[in-house]
């Protein structure tokens, strides 16, 4: 996936699997895309995704909502696809900058759906947004920033439960991700890996996603973590997949080779390693 097309691809990708999900709870949700508008892709293959969504869960409510600067040509393109749209989704096209995304999302009536953001940042990070878009219910959001940009802090500071950022080792851009689904944050995660880039792993080093990965750098990060005391599997998971640029299964692999190497204990000593075992540093 080329690098300039990375964030709105994992957005749609992401949306795909979110929209159900978000219809089976509430029967209406609320899709939300901030950026400058220069490049119609997102907004149009977020419609499509609505659309098909829509023509098979029938009864439900999608609304589309398009805040964008720079919309010359975006209200042509994005009305020949409204065209074909069934009438469950509705599009809300705005002109402004991020930081009208709250007046927008109550403009669309999105109060009390479920919300999923795509927020490309360029350069900064508008914290008006991020509140706005932690505020929807179930809410979750992808944010494009800047390398220099730190986005998990961003994010938890917004009031997103769980959240990971991922720095793309080639382009000078950084990816954010903000949810309250372990389920969603180990998707997005997948999806990253399956994007085919290169990473910046816990030390700074390029990473390369493959099915078989190393699991020393991670090992070491996970050992770092349990510097600060015992840790069960389900949380080193989740340190994994928040905290670094690597997934859940990576964690797993990582923590079997510290106990194959007896540079950690569990407890208990046999078994799977699952959720409720308790990892210990060896001093």
Known sequence: MPTDAVGHQLFVRHLRSWLPAALRRARRATVALGYDGSDPRPAEEALRVAGEHAVRLRGCRITVLVLADGTADLPTRLG????????????????????????ALRAAGAAGAPVLSYLDAADTVDPVALFAAAAGRHAEALVLAGAGTPLRPALADAGFPLCTEVELADAGRRIGFGTGSDRSLEAMKDNLWAAGL???????????PAPEMDPEPLGRALLAELAHGPSTVTELRRYAVTATAYRAVDASRALTALLDEGLVTRDPEHGRLGGDVLVTAVR
Request: charged share 15%; no cysteine; aromatic share 2%.
């Open 80 to 103: 020949a696809v409204e065209a074909g749209l069934p009438p469950e989704v509705a599009v809300h096209l705005m002109p402004g900058p991020p930081s009208r995304l709250p007046v």
């Open 198 to 208: 290169r990473y910046l792993d816990p030390h700074g080093v390029p990473l390369s």
